[in-house]
């Protein structure tokens, strides 16, 4: 064991950079290359890893201090034997790092005559990092940018830096977009510089040389993935133009765990110094977005308060009993739907005194077949048809919030009320099938549901629901859509009312209906023609036919 000192590495020429995060505490357990604490200068933020695998005995440093290379940060326990304080620690090879003397950015030859001049910007040298990402995008085409502006920012494994514009001038062009990976020498994009009697050639190449000074002075410890550039001579920060994104503030180290745990960094509330987002905002952010989703309050922003735990007890004598899984499935369900779909109801009567007529008239043959022709067949074909004439309610949502699935198949689902709860069987291909098959699969389906027989591919796949209330009673109510279905009718108790004909009150036989759509999917006017349909064709069952 060997205690070693651990000191501030190469910075790239920069100086008395903020210590704005500390991400290790004595006692801690380090390997090789992770990060201790992240500096700051003013054009990009770096980790300073760990130089050796080890146990951390002291950070000496604390947020907010100022350090240059070579300052001490801590203490860490070490098998590896320390280095002479001369030697580099680990000393990388530097082969990749080498090409310090390569412009990165094309002279502009022709603009010492003052005319506008399109200039070609390549990413600089990148201090032997390869392949970093695009994070962010500062500028785009038209944006006019003073030499050492932002124009993206890049992160590799341990920093992220800003690449500065080489020029004052115009952006043309960016060639690269968020995302993408970035290799020195790479087209960054076109710039317009407008030079002045030859001063532009210089100012072209002001980047490279800026970029490239980790290169030549290579890194004295730990190798560092991306290097950030010297510190400017002026502050370009206060003349920076960069997006929302790229107005926050974060270390590298907190820009990837935020990209794991997939936060997005303008909404975490930042409490580091010059307002830089740090891993306990990142963390509290998450806490606080747990404790929410604990509470019921998350879903869009509805904010619904828990419900209190109540003991009824107090109240007078009550029993408490286990819901069944049903019932708990149904729960679940109604919530999820209730809180995610936006419901519209529409209502209507029918007008079923025909249908009755015939109905009852075919009562008889109809058990003769051993099957019962109550209103609900005649629900189930008068579905389908308006599902096939006003395709709009035959959709769902696709989960993306992109497309939406059309259905070339109609089947419907049907709610039976059960002692263990309301199930949902699906009668299929509802539009192909007769009124008798479809009163012996409407009995068939009930009676399996209400022993629990049904398989659970006999309740998946519906287009839309029917939940016929008529037999139980009631003028109207507002059914749930069963998402993800797009609608769904419910069914009340049949009345006979004064209906206006035209000369006199008549004696009709009316049939209350609820249609409840998604409205995300479904607009009024759909429902409306969908409804309209329905109705015209439960009043004249011969419109079936057509
Ligand atoms: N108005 C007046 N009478 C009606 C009617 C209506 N809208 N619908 C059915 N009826 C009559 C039937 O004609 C039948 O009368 P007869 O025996 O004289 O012919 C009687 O009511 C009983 O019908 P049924 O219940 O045996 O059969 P059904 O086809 O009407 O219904 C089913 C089948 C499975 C839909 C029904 O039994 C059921 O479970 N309904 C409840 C659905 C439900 O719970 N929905 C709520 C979901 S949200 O919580």
Redesign the pocket.
Known sequence: MAKQVIKVPDLGGADQVDVIEITVAAGDTVAQEDSLIVVEGDKASMDVPAPVAGKILSISVKEGDKVSEGDVIGEIETDVAEAPAEEPAAAPAQEDAAPAAEPVAEAPAAAASGEPKEETIQIPDLGGADAVDVIEISVQPGDTVEEGDSLIVVEGDKASMDVPSPSAGTVVSIAVKEGDKVSTGDTLGVLKVVAAGGAAAPAAQAAVPAAAAPVESAPQQAPLSVEPPAVPQKDYQLERNLTAAAQVYAGPAVRKLARELGVTLNKVKPTGPRNRVSKDDLHNYIREQVKKAESGAVGGGIGIAKMPDIDFSQFGPVSVEPMSKIHKITAANMSRNWLNVPHVTQFDDADITELETF?KSM?AEAEKRGV??????FLLKAVAAALRAEPSFNVSLHNDGEQIVRKDYVHVG?????PKG?MVPVIRDVDKKGLYEL?AE??E??LK?RDGKLKPNEMQGACFT???????GGTG?T??VNSPEVGIL?????AVKPVWNGEDFEPRQM?PLALSYDHRAVNGGDAGRFMTYLVSVLADVRRLLL
Do not use: C
């Open positions: 109905r009562k019962k022709l109550t209103p609900v067949p049907m709610a039976v009320d059960t309301l009163a409407a009995t389906m009930a549901a029917i939940s016929s209330l008529g037999a139980i109510f059914p749930i419910g069914v009340s108790k049949l049939l």
